[in-house]
């Protein structure tokens, strides 16, 4: 067990993928994703740091904000609203406002539906109040 997850950790791939992980959904999110891993699901957790933000979050050709907003998009399309939730995090932590989420939510909805769009504001809205970032005033 101990063995194995350190030859996880010796991948440069991994390492880098590990560093914008951190950087874009915080080291509390993922060191919890880590921790609670037992050996099955550091399969995923391996295959995840390394290939999506490895190879994926760290390619020079969009910058952290730009995949994010990509990704609430995306979420919103396949009807990830859990996933969406950290990503909206995620989104603030890269720059994105909270306007800018809301457009980018509205935009997906002309194109995905509005179930999935009503399911994607709410989903947002969850986790930008668990961040702080809305205004109390109604």
Request: glycine letters at 8%; a negative charge.
């Amino acid at each position: 067990d101990h063995e194995r997850r350190r030859s996880v950790a010796e991948s440069e791939l991994f390492k880098r993928g590990l560093r914008v992980r951190r950087e874009v959904l915080g080291a509390e999110y993922v060191d919890t994703s880590f921790a609670e891993a037992d050996d099955f699901m550091m399969g995923f957790q391996r295959i995840v740091t390394e290939w999506v933000w490895g190879s994926a979050w760290s390619n020079t050709g969009l910058d952290h904000r730009t995949r994010s907003i990509l990704n609430l998009g995306i979420l919103t399309a396949l009807g990830r609203f859990d996933e969406l939730a950290i990503y909206v995090k995620g989104a603030l932590r890269s720059g994105v406002t909270v306007a800018e989420i809301q457009d980018t939510l509205a935009h997906a909805t002309v194109y995905c539906g509005t179930p999935a769009g009503h399911q994607a504001f709410l989903a947002a809205h969850r986790a930008l109040t668990a961040e702080g970032a809305l205004d109390s005033d109604r």
